[in-house]
């Protein structure tokens, strides 16, 4: 496994048809592409049909059998849109907004190690890099939301960034403990150091019982920084429309809601990789049946980060349907008074663990 | 460097730092001049790339896109009626001011030039720069990473008392 | 070098494609939807209501010291992404160093917290105070 290691995303880097870089095209086009088939079935009709359960409903049934076809339906909608722009609103940050958003929210991607046959991009600030990206997505939603020239956009948006980059602190010092743990911050190399033959005891999560509260601090931060429930003032659509792109309709709209589903899965799987071992089987060898074995290569590897991520968007859903939203005195209460003091006392103790426990 | 593709985006992220830079200055609608200092910084992080400085360049990323400006765009939006100050960017003491930037522009070439060195070193780096940068705070740097420590805590009273004491004004929000 | 370049060009590959699909997006959905605006459409949304002057108003200063207090830890985590690296060869000394740096920084968040710059405005609910009631008698002789 250590020799095929990005031996894909190599393979593809390669490929230069008349010096043309077109396999790095295709190494990029595989996350776009990713991107918008699970935000149209898993984000989409998911997450209808997920909420539509939690609330004893049956969810989109029309379109199709079980309603299958809805995705369908709703991307010809988007595409079809009459596409508004309000006379008082800016017109080029409102234009420029929804493209800054995504593609901070698809750069992000650029570090994400899919499976150990491919990376996109493997820097040697891989983690950093992706904690760092989420800054240009802050610019994007400002843009949007004052753009807009609209109140409830502007609002939603100041709200937003606030929340965001409150929340990056404690994410930041959360993620911070995984790095100290993996003494890298290579996102592949952080991978390797959790593979192993007993599958699941190998991830950090399990290494350490002090691993737990990062883990948890960066589970909830994370919620915030991608507005989800029960962080969502920023698009509370009881008291504030739909946040900052109250204004978007048609393409823009279908494009902030790809950088969102995007983001969903980028710290879904960020947590999976720093925590739960991104791309390791979580099985364990059990004497003559090995099963971490049969379950590991590049194929499986991206299997297991999918369902992982997938697993924690699942998760976020869930919360959505289950936590009354916070108010934002609560919210700020939460991040600088709950939050960052735990996030310094698991830094600390991280530190010592490391060093005084072997 | 000798890649001829790599020279092209070197040279396409300096015109995009310069004139992005350019637009901050002389934009007359503050909020463009303040979003187009996302590209300058954006530039100059793909500069510090090309000098092989990853970790330099995603710190520039972080701290001046995702605080510095986000502290701009705030500090704009939240002042009353930007949009209807005109901004005055007319020039003044054109005559002195020219002098002034002719002057300074000498002296930078004059340093620029005569200063040795501007080779490639021999050395290359080894290893990762993350680990380098580690490994030279905690040694040779130890009081300087010490001093930023406080430097910061000065920052942050400094920042949470002047806000404090401004804030007599009205809160429409 | 070439290795940290030519990853970092992946990156820029990735930004190329996510601004040419963003642009294309666009020009599809130009192509293919209809535009008929009008005066009443292209106003402001203000929920039906018509918009009373322009949203770019003043905001609470609060979350402007946010971002100030948020910059100046984003710059502590930003030193001590290097030291997570190299900190277990180093020992107890870089240890205690960090555990300095960060000290430092964390009287500071005290500091915000003790003086209340932490604090948010707090709706303060006002609960319209009931007439007096006789059935409310045995209430009030309880305590």
């Avoid at chain 2, 939006?77 to 002195?96: E, Q, R, Y």
């Avoid at chain 2, 130890?142 to 008392?161: D, W």
């Avoid at chain 3, 500091?111 to 006789?134: C, F, H, I, N, Q």
Wanted: glycine share 8%; aromatic share 16%.
């Amino acid at each position: 496994m250590g020799n095929s290691l990005n031996a894909w995303s190599d393979a593809l880097a390669g490929f230069q048809p008349a010096g043309l870089p077109l396999g790095l095209l295709i190494i990029a086009a595989i996350p776009l592409v990713f991107i918008a088939l699970y935000a149209l079935t898993y984000g989409v009709y998911g997450e209808r049909k997920i909420s539509a359960f939690m609330q004893d409903r049956l969810g989109p049934m029309e379109v199709g059998k079980w309603g299958i076809l809805q995705t369908l339906a709703d991307i010809l909608k988007l595409l079809q849109k009459e596409d508004i722009v309000p006379t008082s609103a800016d017109k080029f940050l409102f234009v420029i907004g929804p493209g800054v958003l995504f593609v901070g929210s698809f750069l992000a991607f650029a570090v994400l190690p899919f499976s150990p046959a491919f990376i996109g991009a493997n820097l040697n600030v891989g983690l950093f890099f992706a904690i760092g990206i989420v800054a240009l997505e802050v610019v994007g939603i400002l843009a949007a939301g004052w753009g807009s020239n609209n109140k409830w956009s502007l609002y939603g948006a100041v709200r937003s960034v606030a929340q965001i980059v409150s929340y990056e602190i404690p994410a930041a010092i959360a993620l911070l403990c995984g790095a100290m743990m993996a003494g890298t911050l290579d996102m592949q190399q952080i991978n390797i150091l959790q593979s192993g033959t007993y599958g699941f005891a190998h991830f950090f999560l399990f290494q350490s019982p002090i691993a737990w509260l990062p883990f948890l601090i960066y589970f909830i931060a994370s919620l915030a920084e991608v507005n989800r429930a029960p962080f969502d003032i920023p698009e509370a659509e009881s008291e504030l429309v739909a946040g900052y792109f109250t204004e978007y309709s048609g393409m823009k709209f279908a494009v902030i809601f790809l950088a969102e589903y995007g983001s969903m899965f980028m710290v879904s799987a960020i947590i999976s990789i720093v925590f739960l071992g991104g791309w390791n089987s979580p099985l364990p060898n059990i004497g003559p049946i090995a099963l971490n074995d049969m379950t590991t290569g590049p194929v499986w590897g991206a299997f297991w980060i999918i369902s992982k991520g997938f697993f924690f968007i699942f998760v976020q859903m869930w919360l959505r349907w289950t936590l009354p939203r916070l108010r934002v005195d609560q919210l700020m209460y939460v991040c600088w008074k709950v939050l960052t003091p735990f996030a310094f006392v698991s830094f600390v103790l991280t530190a010592i663990w490391e060093i005084y426990v072997p | 460097m000798s890649n001829p593709t790599y020279t092209a985006i070197f040279y396409l992220f300096a015109a995009i730092t310069v004139f992005s830079a350019a637009f901050v200055v002389f934009s007359r609608n503050v909020i463009y001049s303040a979003f187009s200092l996302l590209f300058t910084f954006f530039g100059i992080a793909a500069l510090y790339v090309f000098l092989s400085a990853d970790f330099i360049a995603v710190t520039q990323v972080v701290v001046y896109v995702g605080g510095i400006l986000v502290l701009l765009l705030f500090g704009v939006m939240f002042t009353n009626n930007i949009m209807d100050t005109d901004l005055k960017t007319d020039v003044l003491h054109a005559i002195p001011g020219t002098f002034l930037f002719l002057g300074i522009l000498a002296a930078l070439l004059f340093t620029f030039y005569t200063t040795n060195g501007w080779m490639p070193s021999d050395t290359q780096l080894q290893g990762s720069v993350v680990e380098r940068i580690g490994f030279e705070t905690m040694s040779r740097y130890v009081l300087p990473f010490e001093m930023a420590s406080i430097l910061l805590l000065a920052a942050l009273i400094g920042a949470a008392f002047l806000a404090r004491y401004d804030n007599g004004g009205t809160n429409e929000h | 070098m070439d290795q940290t370049l030519s990853e970092f060009g992946n990156v820029f590959v990735f930004f190329l494609l996510g601004v040419v699909f963003v642009a294309g997006g666009y020009l599809t959905a130009r192509m293919l939807r209809p535009s008929r605006p009008n005066p009443v459409k292209t106003s402001t949304y203000e929920c039906g209501e018509e918009a009373v002057g322009s949203a770019w108003v003043k905001f609470n200063i609060r979350f402007y010291v946010v971002a100030l207090i948020f910059i100046i830890f984003d710059v502590e985590v930003v030193f001590l992404f290097p030291w997570a690296t190299v900190f277990r060869q180093l020992g107890s000394f870089a240890l205690v160093e960090a555990l300095v740096f960060a000290g430092i920084l964390i009287l500071g968040l005290v500091y915000a917290w003790v003086k209340g710059d932490l604090d948010w405005v707090r709706p303060t609910p006002s609960v319209p105070k009931m007439p007096e009631m006789p059935a409310s008698k045995s209430t009030s002789q309880r305590d």
